[in-house]
């Protein structure tokens, strides 16, 4: 899954942050009991899309959903997804015609570096004669690994030492358009308990698509080199905002005059106390319907975002704990060190701690699937945080413009910035096989790969007259623009290898390739 190029944007309702606070509690209260009427008056409301109306159903029947679901049926939904067949037919949602351009539909040459960049790390772990695997979670058309394995076939012993390819991609169209591209046109696939299996135009490789990565067996013997490219932002979210909690219900002596009130405990006079610390819990951030009728006046939508009607759902904040904020934010010390100040805003993504592990485990093994020797390579790019936790950074994107990420659901792209370090956090806690390096900024890491170097080959190539090479220029320097909403700035890279006591680093990461 793959994004826009901008900055991280911040979500912004009601003009800022959550900023209409004063008709928040209102609000959860109109979402959570709908009467007679507001049902009748919804049931005629026009919306804008099939999913729109299922998820008004849905509400309507068991009140606000976690964000994280509100996303998921957005995204992945079987009612119109945006990746599982909103799109219209004849249109996807990359490039110039779709919501967004992707790093390798850019340039090639980035696509070339990344193949680069395993190549290396094949090297420096002893060059495998066989068991390797290239896996990629979240494809889009398969033009990032169409380029890797077009880069690697020039390192044939690597090449041979490749048992398949995995793609992980729960889209059908998607599937096809990859399969197109790198098995070639009407290109034949039989079915397995894996997945579909097809034979890649690169050397003759086996190329299979799996839904999810946890089709694909762990197998200690293999070597697997795992890319994530703007696949962790597309993750549902919980978000969660620290708030005091309700004073505890007085006691039946309190409420009953009849009973003495027997003596105070010392923990209950403490608690009263003028200088006790407020009780304070985390709350969750959850999505209903907008009053039908709304403006973007009355829902205080950002400018930015007010090229398209009034959005058909808002966030409100849930009047109490949920399952969710009693579980989910205290996973780490990270999120419970901001619990006690009011008013603290975090993002938590379940899914891309599943992911981590998932990387950690087949890399360098993990208790319950032991890896004596640990082999292998995750390299994942995103947009996102480097040592903060993420906030406020839901975004919707349609036809290169920023819309409200609560409007036309299903057929608006939903992202979020990545927390890298909560993966680096999961990564070597499950595993003590690995360790993690970065993340540094994709400039960076570009540049120390040799994308200026590359670049300039390919515009000396003969064919390429002076347009084209102006081409070729801009497109990496695009890549590497260290601007305030530059790629070069605002995207991350992140590696998992096996542990080495930091003996080496990789290259792109401040190291070089060891023989």
Same mark, same amino acid.
């Given at each position: 899954?793959?994004?826009?190029?901008?900055?991280?944007?911040?979500?912004?309702?009601?003009?800022?942050?959550?900023?209409?606070?004063?008709?928040?509690?209102?609000?959860?209260?109109?979402? +959570?009991?709908?009467?007679?009427?507001?049902?009748?008056?919804?049931?005629?409301?026009?919306?804008?899309?099939?999913?729109?109306?299922?998820?008004?159903?849905?509400?309507?029947?068991?009140?606000?959903?976690?964000?994280?679901? #509100?996303?998921?049926?957005?995204?992945?939904?079987?009612?119109?997804?945006?990746?599982?067949?909103?799109?219209?037919?004849?249109? $996807?949602?990359?490039?110039?015609?779709?919501?967004?351009?992707?790093?390798?539909?850019?340039?090639?040459?980035?696509?070339?570096?990344?193949?680069?960049?395993?190549?290396?790390?094949?090297?420096?772990?002893?060059?495998?004669?066989?068991?390797?695997?290239?896996?990629?979670?979240?494809?889009?058309?398969?033009?990032?690994?169409?380029?890797?394995?077009?880069?690697?076939?020039?390192?044939?012993?690597?090449?041979?030492?490749?048992?398949?390819? #995995?793609?992980?991609?729960?889209?059908?169209?998607?599937?096809?358009?990859?399969?197109?591209?790198?098995?070639?046109?009407? /290109?034949?696939?039989?079915?397995?308990?894996?997945?579909?299996?097809?034979? &890649?135009?690169?050397?003759?490789?086996?190329?299979?698509?799996?839904? *999810?990565?946890?089709?694909?067996? #762990?197998? *200690?013997?293999?070597?697997?080199?795992?890319? /994530?490219?703007?696949?962790?932002?597309?993750?549902?979210?919980?978000?969660?905002?620290?708030?005091?909690?309700?004073?505890?219900?007085?006691?039946?002596?309190?409420? $009953?005059?009849?009973?003495?009130? &027997?003596?105070?405990?010392?923990?209950?006079?403490?608690?009263?106390?003028?200088?006790?610390?407020?009780?304070?819990?985390?709350?969750?951030?959850?999505?209903?319907?907008?009053?039908?009728?709304?403006?973007?006046?009355?829902?205080?939508?950002?400018?930015?975002?007010?090229?398209?009607?009034?959005?058909?759902?808002?966030?409100?904040?849930?009047?109490?704990?949920?399952?969710?904020?009693?579980?989910?934010? @205290?996973?780490?010390?990270?999120?419970?060190?901001?619990?006690?100040?009011?008013?603290?805003?975090?993002?938590?993504?379940?899914?891309?701690?599943?992911? /981590?592990?998932?990387?950690?485990?087949?890399?360098?093994?993990?208790?319950?699937?032991?890896?004596?020797?640990?082999?292998?390579?995750?390299?994942?790019?995103? #947009? &996102?945080?480097?040592?903060?936790?993420?906030?406020?950074?839901?975004?919707?994107?349609?036809?290169?413009?920023?819309?409200?990420?609560?409007?036309?659901?299903?057929?608006?792209?939903?992202?979020? $910035?990545?927390?890298?370090?909560?993966?680096? %956090?999961?990564?070597?806690?499950?595993?003590?096989?690995?360790?993690?390096?970065?993340?540094?900024?994709?400039?960076?890491?570009?540049?120390?790969?040799?994308?200026? %170097? +590359?670049? @300039?080959?390919?515009?000396?190539?003969? &064919?390429?007259?002076?347009?084209?090479?102006?081409?070729?220029?801009?497109?990496?320097?695009?890549?590497?623009?260290?601007?305030?909403?530059?790629?070069?700035?605002?995207?991350?890279?992140?590696?998992?290898?096996? @542990?080495?006591?930091?003996? +080496?680093?990789?290259?792109?990461?401040?190291? $070089?390739?060891?023989?």
């Amino acid at each position: 899954m793959m994004r826009p190029l901008t900055a991280r944007p911040v979500l912004a309702l009601a003009g800022a942050r959550w900023a209409h606070r004063s008709r928040l509690s209102a609000s959860i209260a109109a979402a +959570r009991s709908f009467s007679f009427t507001s049902q009748r008056r919804e049931t005629e409301r026009q919306w804008s899309t099939p999913l729109a109306k299922q998820l008004f159903e849905a509400i309507s029947t068991t009140g606000p959903v976690p964000l994280a679901s #509100y996303m998921r049926m957005c995204l992945t939904g079987d009612v119109g997804g945006y990746y599982t067949g909103a799109i219209a037919e004849g249109r $996807d949602q990359f490039g110039t015609k779709g919501d967004f351009v992707t790093s390798p539909e850019i340039s090639q040459v980035f696509g070339e570096l990344i193949g680069i960049w395993f190549i290396a790390e094949w090297i420096s772990q002893g060059r495998p004669k066989k068991g390797v695997q290239l896996i990629e979670v979240g494809p889009g058309r398969g033009t990032l690994m169409d380029d890797m394995l077009r880069t690697i076939q020039r390192f044939p012993a690597m090449a041979e030492s490749i048992d398949a390819v #995995y793609m992980v991609e729960a889209s059908r169209e998607l599937r096809e358009a990859q399969k197109t591209l790198l098995c070639g046109p009407g /290109a034949r696939s039989t079915e397995s308990k894996v997945g579909s299996h097809s034979t &890649g135009k690169h050397n003759g490789q086996p190329i299979v698509w799996t839904d *999810t990565i946890k089709s694909i067996p #762990y197998d *200690t013997e293999k070597v697997p080199f795992i890319v /994530a490219h703007e696949f962790f932002d597309a993750l549902p979210i919980h978000s969660f905002e620290s708030a005091k909690a309700d004073p505890p219900s007085p006691p039946p002596s309190a409420a $009953d005059p009849s009973v003495a009130p &027997g003596p105070r405990s010392s923990n209950a006079q403490a608690s009263s106390g003028k200088d006790a610390q407020p009780t304070m819990e985390w709350r969750e951030m959850m999505v209903s319907p907008t009053p039908p009728g709304a403006t973007h006046a009355d829902l205080g939508t950002p400018k930015s975002e007010q090229n398209e009607p009034p959005p058909e759902f808002q966030l409100v904040l849930s009047p109490g704990t949920t399952r969710h904020s009693r579980v989910v934010p @205290e996973i780490s010390p990270r999120y419970r060190a901001l619990k006690q100040t009011p008013g603290s805003v975090i993002e938590v993504c379940p899914d891309a701690s599943i992911f /981590a592990t998932d990387f950690a485990t087949r890399i360098g093994g993990s208790r319950q699937h032991p890896k004596s020797s640990p082999s292998g390579a995750a390299l994942i790019l995103d #947009y &996102g945080t480097s040592d903060t936790v993420p906030i406020n950074s839901l975004r919707g994107i349609r036809q290169h413009k920023r819309v409200s990420p609560f409007s036309a659901p299903g057929l608006v792209d939903l992202s979020v $910035d990545v927390d890298f370090t909560a993966i680096a %956090e999961v990564a070597t806690l499950v595993s003590d096989g690995v360790e993690v390096h970065g993340p540094v900024t994709q400039a960076d890491f570009l540049e120390s790969m040799g994308i200026r %170097e +590359r670049a @300039e080959m390919l515009t000396k190539a003969p &064919g390429v007259d002076v347009a084209k090479a102006e081409d070729i220029s801009k497109a990496w320097k695009r890549l590497v623009d260290r601007g305030p909403s530059g790629m070069g700035k605002v995207y991350k890279v992140l590696a998992i290898l096996p @542990e080495n006591d930091g003996r +080496r680093r990789p290259v792109g990461f401040g190291g $070089d390739v060891g023989a």
